[in-house]
């Protein structure tokens, strides 16, 4: 079993439609984060989460917002989705116990707004 | 703030030559530094990851890479490549900045294209 998940691996979506993608993880960490992965720009970050408490912005968080619903749960909203958001995103996590140095990924959400 | 920065987008080696990718950091703090895999369609994996102890780091599926403070580099290289390398391959750099390792940065990636 996968130990972070997300759900879901593909969309296709409207603009001006509101998304929400969720990522699960069952390896116990505390903190998770979300990326986005556009060609040629390898990886950004858009937020990140120490605990269910802390969330915090990445380099482009605009048109996102987070919720950290449980510790083992943290989802990714576009509250109105636009073109340029068509990207690959990947949600992380990664364990302050040893440092929170090393994160973990999951499959991919590959979202297409049209 | 750090960053990264990943010479060439595209590299292409024969069969059984070595690979060498490119990169080279920016750091305010000694930094941590890793090299991630992404095959088609999939998510990244960690090939290594260099956390300030031996600077020559050897990671899964034969590849090393070295630190080299004076020169901001932590390049990936394999001595003999091999068709299943053919790959996008990430390098990130991420602080500890006392309260924790924030979020990664990473470069822009580099295609490795494997010639027969």
Redesign the interface.
């Known amino acids: 079993d996968a130990d972070v998940t997300q759900t879901p691996r593909n969309r296709i979506t409207k603009t001006g439609k509101r998304i929400m993608l969720e990522c699960s993880q069952t390896k116990g960490h505390d903190?998770m984060?979300w990326?986005r992965q556009d060609p040629?720009?390898?990886?950004?970050?858009i937020y990140?989460s120490?605990d269910v408490k802390d969330i915090?912005k990445?380099e482009i968080s605009d048109g996102y917002s987070v919720s950290r619903q449980a510790q083992a749960k943290f989802s990714l909203s576009l509250e109105s989705a636009i073109p340029n958001q068509t990207a690959l995103y990947?949600c992380?996590t990664?364990d302050?116990g040893t440092?929170?140095?090393?994160?973990?990924?999951?499959?991919?959400t590959r979202l297409t707004v049209l | 703030a750090q960053s990264?920065t990943q010479l060439g987008?595209h590299v292409s080696v024969s069969e059984g030559a070595l690979v060498l990718l490119r990169c080279n950091y920016s750091s305010s703090v000694p930094p941590?530094l890793?090299w991630?895999v992404q095959y088609p369609n999939?998510?990244?994996?960690?090939l290594l990851?260099y956390?300030s102890a031996a600077t020559l780091v050897k990671g899964i599926n034969g590849f090393e890479a070295e630190f080299k403070k004076s020169e901001t580099s932590f390049h990936l290289t394999k001595p003999s490549a091999h068709m299943s390398d053919a790959a996008e391959y990430?390098c990130?750099v991420?602080e500890?900045s006392g309260g924790?390792?924030?979020?990664?940065?990473?470069?822009?990636?580099t295609h490795l294209i494997i010639q027969p």
Do not use: M
């Not at chain 2, 999939?42 to 960690?46: A, D, T």
């Open positions: 903190r984060y990326y040629g720009l390898g990886l950004q970050l990140y120490f915090n990445g990947f992380a990664s302050s440092g929170g140095i090393e994160q973990f990924f999951g499959p991919g | 990264v987008s941590y890793f991630y999939q998510g990244l994996q960690l990851k956390t990430f990130a991420s500890y924790g390792a924030d979020g990664l940065t990473f470069g822009k990636g």
